[in-house]
Nanobody
Framework: EVQLQASGGGLVQAGGSLRLSCAAS????????VGWWRQVPGKEREGVSL????????YYVDSVKGRFTISSDNAKSTVYLQMNSLNPEDTAVYYC????????????????????????WGKGTLVTVSS
């Protein structure tokens, strides 16, 4: 059974850091696009960052550039999102998702927009940033 397990959320003060993990089971990372989305209740889901596991290519939405870093440990089938300099606007439920179309990173980079449809979605992890 394919599963994605997101973890690492919590409560942090503004300016603090958290590292989210997305552990995959039931498949191994080959040429996958794996990313993070976030959603605040009542608002649309927002794509945050994407990585191509085969070559490490990345994409970040403008609001997190310079603060968030996405990385992949293919041996562990885990993708991380290191979040620094957090601010209250980063408060949301964060979801990870994966797709076996690793080339999605190219269209994401070209269009400047995260894909909306992915093969697999995990349950979210809540990040709360207090002011």
């Amino acid at each position: 059974e394919v599963q994605l397990q997101a973890s690492g959320g919590g409560l942090v003060q503004a300016g603090g850091s958290l590292r989210l993990s997305c552990a995959a089971s039931g498949f191994t990372f080959g040429d996958y696009a794996v990313g993070w989305w976030r959603q605040v209740p009542g608002k649309e889901r927002e794509g945050v960052s994407l990585i191509r596991t085969s070559d490490g290519s990345t994409y970040y939405v403008d609001s997190v550039k310079g603060r968030f870093t996405i990385s992949s440990d293919n041996a562990k089938s885990t993708v991380y999102l290191q979040m620094n300099s957090l601010n209250p606007e980063d408060t949301a439920v964060y979801y990870c998702a994966a797709d076996d179309r690793g080339w999605l990173i190219r269209t994401t980079q070209a269009l400047g927009a995260m894909p909306g449809a992915m093969d697999y979605w995990g349950k979210g992890t809540l990040v709360t940033v207090s002011s």
